[in-house]
């Protein structure tokens, strides 16, 4: 009989032992009545029992937080204090209960925001003196948790002042509190998985642990909420599961790490976050991991600079990692992560990066997609998480280059950013740092409509089109869409300025005189405004002088190119309008001097430079000419080889030489045309036919971007008309050749090709190249020009009246064009008898002579900065 | 201040004809607060001291040659000062005057750019990536499109040098140097006293906002009358703008951001926004993202505040406990939920098969070779595809009759359960190891095969993975092989979505526990599409179709499928 009883308690007792570790605590209270019935002697621990579970009731229905209303707390708590208390007794120390009962009672006090007497049963239940040792579920739980409000307890005393000694002291004892709280803590919810694991649905089992190291650990569990289980609802398992630990558990597991850097002791946090992080993740740390890994990165970013940073585990190095389980194991540690070829962070920026991308991992795995209100709480949390991880990712990588990388991350993000504003522009901004344009410009629409005050926007909008997209209309829509977002007035004169750049381009691109006008007095109209409202914008007067220079007011763009001087002295465009408005002024000496000043400062600019063969092949003789263009090539190896042959490599410092094709990234706009924006289409046209080319023959396309071969082709095609100056046209054609190996369909080459047929007096060969080139590009004014002459050298002169016409229609301001015209008119009306209309010409041509820059100023490149 | 600086200066001098007093003045520097504050002043007010800005510089560099090591980093504390006054010089157009600043900054980055042993230096990390189990994580732990995303980025070393050393510094270079300088600063920045960083937000203000002031004087709008072609001297304003570039002014944002985080606070935060202000001014795209993420991280955020605790951090506990009600978070989507893969890079291939699938076999086999994704050995793709052309033809005529029925059976979820029971037994298909697996693939494989005479390239598509479901232990297995073991260990299927037509099938035909999981599976698949079943529950792995070549191609199929 008394046999029975005594199986039957033993049941009971493991049954209650399980439904501790498991918090199924009304559970407990009933079990225990059952205990009580079957030997009444069990009193003791029956009353323990009931008062753990009375307790651990109540604290999980009312969250303990150091403002909780602790009179309420301590009404509520009062029965599991009286049972509590009754444990105590002389059998609850015979039970080996007492030890339990004191820390628990420890705890209660600590939810009545008793802390005093906390400590004291604490000290009562000689917390310090207990020896690590194998422990139950249960028993480990409530030790961390004992260590843990000893560490709070400590922290609350701390701010009361005492002696500075006493101070010190406390601080160590608290750490020391945290910290083993944060390592049994861990160890109890490894323990808690393995245990739940075993029980709880095969369904887990499948999953091959590589973690064979831990053979003390038994199975380890593919264990992560997000690894769905097919019989239980993930959602429902985090609830679970973030039960388990426990805000006490929780704050004090954050809380390590903090204390010590309030104590100074920065390097130790650091550590003390490391390991938390090392130790193998449960399903209940996936929230703390984030956390932690956020924070983490946090303090390398913001309190570790590269010099007094300490790599992770290299002081134990490989034992400490490899210490998983087995004999070496120490009982009150979690266990660690282990496997062969772990990447361990070398320096800050790896360990930075890599915790923000685990962090990342873990973030965005959380995040609601459900829009519906109910969420909304929980969606903002979630998104909150995850956007102080994409922040903290693009402090760390920008810095790097790594622009590639944060764009993947956005791109993934915007599953779940509907309607953020911040996700969208920074996705947006990050497209355009990676110079994926018309991505970007798609997602900067999304971005406009998200901030409808922001002109921003707008404005990036605005400068994607005009800069990369070749679609000034839509560009000028922008502008003006940000112009009228500025009604803050923080500075409108930027979209003021856009807005003029657009009616700039627009101007320029236009064919119909009448259009044009309209748009170049618009354009005057909106630069002059933002010169007025900005008057210290060096952009605003050299565009508002370059509308001048294309109107022909020579002066006035004089005297607002030397206000943009004023204003930045060093500015490569600025210096380059200058030159070539002195060279319009005829004074073609002072432009050298000035483009020989401004290669001082810019050694490596390709525009100057070309400025400066030009205005030599004019002034000095062409050997200075094929110099300078040999310096050309030169400088074009140094600058872009190295970009194009590693291509990848686009970090940091390259990033110099990115940035130069940025600024000089236009430049493969034909240098000799006026029509900048219409030739994008021409020269996609050319790319078409290259690639058409390329399949059929053996012709194959340079790798890499196409502007700085195209840079390289304008730069042979200089250096062969420098070589035809001084009489080798074999050179010439070499340079041709060598331009054709890089792209053998530009309308340049065709027309260059042209002009040494000339040279060599091959007028029906010229014809057809030039024909060739206008076929290519129907705007190309001096391969127009150049047929007219040729069909004029071949006595077509009405043929060659036409092509001259079509060349003054679409620039009339260049003087050789009415030139040549005058000599085909003056053929024509010999016959006619009439010489009014060439005369006519003759007198237009001389009046534009002296203001004919050597090279057009539309050959400037569109600028931003 | 002055006369501060002015002994400074002297004792300096003298410790150094005197070796046995340089110790002493070595330490006693180290040791003395007040002297950076003085130099600081002194660099405020350099008008009135022209003189002494000279000496310092001179000193300065002393220091900086200097082998004790107190004395060598006592320099660096200065560089965005030093910045700042050289950057105004020279805007103002006033090159000579910051002569000494110049040498001073040109011999600081010839030394930092170097190593010890007159090599180049060069500060480089690896790339991490996720793919590979690091101290912090596991890989099975985290989701597999983290995981493949990084797989490119592999062995990937980031850099920062080597830089060329210089003789000059020009407006082509200038910014380059200024923002290496300021890097090593940042390197250093712990090291320095904290007092300095006061300097360096109020510096790095007047540096962005110099000629930026709201009240732009027109003084100089005077001088439009006079001649141009003279070239009279134009008045210049009085503080011109300084350039300044984006990767500078980022290297400036995390000097600042370290100052916000150690006891500057409220000034470091007003200077941000001073950046901030002048990079949407220049639209600088870089620098706006790493300013926005800052001012963004700065409210509202769980990052916390600079005043919040050590390092702006503090505890953050779960809310999921207290805030989300049980159920509530049941039937809450989370990213969780799905899963996504990256479309196959040939999808016009497909649509193009799609219009002449008279020849499929002849197409299939074109895919497959060129088919990336594959990364079988010769030798087993051989093989599967002889499996599947021995398979075809016997398995086709028998199951095409179960198929169809199947599809026109389940329309509806609640049909689903009904049509559970009356479904064709079938062995059990869950527990699969590594070997069944492959059989149980080559089932499913034949049972779609109908399929496959409509769209060949799923064919193909199916005999790549299926060659990958079969694993050669020893190897090293390839990132797909990884994750089907791993999904497969973890008892949940990640749907390729070539594949949803064949677990739907096999599901179908499966019975018993395994049906509803994978029907639910299904039904979350559609209900990306169908609104009004986003609030079923989604309790297990969900894979997110790609919307655009599927939709396409079979969407018809599939909605039908999804249905179930």
């Known amino acids: 009989m008394a046999n029975r009883t005594r199986n039957n308690t033993t049941k009971v007792e493991a049954l209650i032992e399980s439904c501790r570790s498991e918090g199924k605590w009304q559970r407990v209270i009933e079990l225990t009545d059952e205990l009580k019935t079957g030997s009444p002697h069990n009193e003791c621990l029956a009353n323990f029992l009931v008062g753990e579970a009375r307790l651990e009731n109540y604290l999980e229905e009312h969250a303990v937080a150091p403002e909780t209303n602790f009179g309420r707390a301590k009404s509520g708590l009062a029965e599991a204090r009286r049972f509590l208390n009754l444990a105590l007794g002389e059998s609850g120390q015979k039970a080996g209960i007492a030890l339990d009962a004191y820390l628990l009672l420890a705890k209660l006090c600590y939810a009545c925001g008793e802390y005093e007497q906390s400590l004291e049963n604490f000290v009562k239940a000689e917390l310090n003196t207990l020896a690590e040792k194998e422990l139950t579920l249960r028993s480990l739980k409530i030790l961390a948790e004992s260590y843990a409000i000893k560490g709070l307890c400590l922290e609350q005393q701390a701010s009361k002042p005492s002696s500075k000694f006493k101070k010190a002291e406390k601080d160590t004892e608290m750490i020391c509190c945290f910290e083993r709280a944060s390592d049994l803590g861990l160890l109890y919810l490894q ?675 | 201040m002055a006369e501060l600086v002015k002994d400074w200066l002297a004792d300096y001098q003298r410790a150094r004809r005197q070796p046995a007093e340089s110790e002493a003045f070595v330490v006693e520097h180290e040791t003395d607060p007040e002297i950076a504050e003085a130099i600081f002043t002194i660099f405020n007010e350099r008008q009135r001291n022209e003189d002494l800005v000279h000496d310092i510089c001179q000193q300065l560099l002393a220091f900086y040659r200097a082998p004790e090591v107190a004395l060598h980093k006592f320099p660096l504390q200065f560089i965005p000062v030093l910045i700042y006054t050289y950057l105004h010089a020279v805007a103002a157009g006033d090159k000579k005057a910051s002569r000494g600043v110049e040498t001073l900054l040109i011999c600081i980055y010839n030394g930092e750019v170097s190593t010890d042993d007159g090599g180049q230096k060069v500060v480089a990390f690896r790339m991490p990536i996720l793919a590979q189990a690091s101290v912090y994580h596991e890989v099975k732990n985290l989701p597999m499109t983290d995981l493949r995303r990084w797989e490119e980025n592999c062995n990937r070393e980031v850099k920062w040098g080597p830089h060329l050393r210089i003789e000059s510094i020009n407006a082509q270079n200038r910014m380059r140097i200024m923002t290496a300088l300021l890097f090593c600063y940042n390197q250093q920045v712990s090291l320095t006293q904290k007092s300095s960083l006061l300097h360096l937000c109020r510096v790095t203000s007047q540096l962005v906002n110099q000629g930026f002031t709201t009240k732009s004087g027109h003084g100089h709008r005077m001088s439009y009358g006079s001649d141009p072609a003279t070239g009279a001297t134009f008045p210049k304003p009085s503080s011109p703008r300084i350039p300044l570039s984006a990767s500078f002014l980022i290297e400036l944002v995390h000097a600042i951001y370290y100052a916000m985080f150690n006891g500057y606070g409220t000034i470091a935060i007003q200077t941000l926004e001073d950046i901030h202000n002048r990079a949407s001014y220049e639209m600088y795209t870089e620098l706006i993202l790493v300013t926005n993420a800052v001012r963004n991280s700065l409210h509202a955020n769980p990052s916390g505040q600079p005043n919040d605790g050590p390092m702006g951090l503090s505890v953050a506990l779960t809310p999921a406990t207290n805030t989300v009600t049980t159920s509530v978070s049941k039937s809450m989507i989370t990213n969780a939920s799905f899963r996504t893969k990256k479309l196959p890079d040939d999808i016009p291939i497909q649509v193009q098969d799609l219009t002449m699938p008279q020849a499929p076999q002849q197409l299939a086999s074109v895919t497959e070779e060129t088919e990336p994704g594959a990364k079988e050995s010769p030798s087993t793709k051989e093989s599967s595809g002889t499996r599947t052309s021995i398979i075809r033809p016997s398995m086709e005529g028998i199951k095409a009759q179960a198929h169809k029925a199947l599809i026109a059976g389940f329309k509806k979820s609640k049909d689903k359960e009904k049509e559970k029971d009356k479904e064709p037994p079938k062995p059990p298909q869950r527990k699969f190891d590594k070997h069944t697996q492959r059989n149980s693939l080559l089932q499913l494989q034949s049972q779609t095969t109908e399929d496959y005479e409509k769209s060949p390239l799923t064919v193909s598509k199916s005999k790549t993975y299926d060659a990958v479901g079969d694993p050669q232990p020893t190897d090293m297995l390839p990132m797909q092989t990884l994750s089907l073991i791993n999904e497969n260990g973890s008892n949940s299927f990640s749907i390729d979505s070539d594949m949803n037509d064949g677990i739907a099938v096999l599901a179908g035909q499966g019975g018993g526990v395994p049906v509803s999981t994978m029907a639910s599976m299904n039904s979350n698949t559609t209900s990306i599409t169908s609104s009004d079943l986003l609030t079923k529950s989604f309790d297990s792995s969900v894979e997110m179709t790609p919307m655009v070549g599927h939709s396409n191609s079979n969407g018809g199929k599939l909605a039908e499928h999804g249905l179930e």
């Not at chain 1, 938390?276 to 570790?304: C, D, F, H, K, P």
């Not at chain 1, 991992?361 to 829009?371: E, H, I």
């Not at chain 1, 779940?416 to 996700?423: M, T």
Request: aromatic share 6%; charged share 20%.
């Open chain 1, 191 to 865: 323990e808690y998985d393995i245990v739940s694991g075993s029980n709880s649905s095969s369904n887990n089992s499948t999953a091959g642990s590589t973690l064979n190291v831990n053979a003390g650990g038994g199975v380890q569990q593919s264990s992560s909420s997000f690894a769905i289980s097919s019989t239980i609802p993930s959602s429902s398992v985090t609830l679970e599961v973030s039960r388990r630990m426990g805000a006490i558990l929780e704050t004090a597991l954050q809380r390590a790490p903090i204390v010590l850097i309030k104590a100074g002791k920065l390097q130790v946090a650091v550590e003390r976050y490391r390991i938390m992080l090392n130790a193998i993740e449960t399903r209940a740390t996936q929230s703390l991991r984030l956390t932690l890994a956020r924070q983490l990165a946090e303090v390398l970013l913001r309190g570790v600079s590269g010099t007094i940073y300490a790599p992770p585990f290299t002081t134990k190095s490989g034992g400490s990692t490899l210490r998983g389980g087995g004999a070496t194991k120490r009982l009150w540690k979690p266990r660690k992560y282990a496997a062969r070829q772990q990447f361990t962070p070398r320096n800050q920026q790896e360990e930075v990066i890599l915790l923000l991308l685990i962090a990342e991992a873990l973030a965005v795995r959380d995040t609601v997609l459900s829009q519906s209100p109910e969420f909304r709480l929980a969606r903002q949390h979630a998104m909150g998480n995850v956007t102080a991880v994409y922040d903290l990712l693009t402090l760390a990588t920008i810095r790097w280059g790594l622009v590639q990388l944060l764009n993947e991350s956005f791109e993934k993000a915007l599953k779940f950013s509907f309607g953020e504003q911040h996700v969208w522009r920074q996705y947006a901004l990050s497209l355009m740092a990676a110079e994926k344009h018309s991505h970007a410009l798609r997602v900067l629409q999304e971005s406009m409509k998200l901030t409808p005050g922001d002109p921003l926007p707008c404005l990036l909008a605005s400068r994607l089109c005009y800069e990369s997209l070749e679609t000034v209309k839509q560009g000028l829509d922008y502008a003006q869409q940000a112009l009228k977002r500025e009604v803050k007035g923080l500075r409108p004169s930027r979209s003021q300025l856009f807005v003029g750049i657009g009616h700039q381009q627009l101007a320029i691109q236009a064919t119909l005189k009448s259009e044009r006008d309209a748009y170049n007095k618009l354009a005057l109209e909106s630069l002059e405004r933002a010169v007025q409202q900005d008057g210290n914008d060096h952009l605003a007067e050299y565009y508002l002088s370059l509308q001048y220079a294309l109107l022909n007011q020579l002066g006035e763009a004089l005297s607002h190119i030397r206000f943009a001087l004023a204003l930045r002295m060093e500015h490569a465009p600025c210096l380059h309008l200058f030159a070539l408005l002195l060279t319009a002024s005829r004074r073609p000496r002072e432009a050298l001097g000035v483009v020989e000043d401004a290669l001082h400062e810019f050694p490596d600019n390709l525009q100057l430079l070309h400025v400066k063969a030009h205005l030599q092949l004019n002034l000095e003789d062409a050997e200075t000419a094929l110099s300078t263009v040999q310096h050309m090539l030169a400088v074009w190896r140094d600058v872009y080889e190295a970009q194009l042959a590693g291509e990848e490599e686009k970090h940091s410092d390259t990033k110099s030489g990115v940035h130069l094709v940025h600024s000089s990234q236009m430049s493969d706009k034909d240098s000799n045309s006026v029509y900048a924006a219409s030739l994008a289409a021409v020269s996609r046209v050319e790319q078409a036919l290259s690639e058409a080319a390329s399949s059929l023959s053996s012709f194959t396309q340079r790798p890499g971007p196409r502007r700085p071969w195209m840079l390289q082709i304008e730069i042979w095609l200089l250096l062969a008309d420098v070589y035809m100056r001084i009489d080798q046209p074999n050179e010439a054609l070499n340079c041709i050749h060598e331009a054709t190996q890089i792209y053998p369909l530009s309308h340049q080459i065709m027309f260059m090709r042209g002009q040494v047929h000339v040279y060599l007096e091959q007028w029906l060969d010229a014809k057809q190249c030039f024909l060739n080139a206008v076929a290519a590009n129907p705007n190309h004014t001096e391969a127009l020009r150049a047929l007219g002459e040729t069909h004029l050298m071949l006595g077509e002169p009405r043929l060659a009246e036409k092509m001259l016409k079509d060349a003054a229609k679409l620039d009339p301001n260049c003087p050789k064009i009415w030139q040549v015209q005058q000599f085909a008119l003056g053929q024509i009306m010999q016959t006619l008898g009439d010489f009014n209309a060439s005369a006519d010409c003759f007198a237009t041509s001389l009046q534009l002579e002296p203001s004919c820059p050597v090279l057009p100023f539309t050959s400037i490149p569109l600028v931003f900065e």
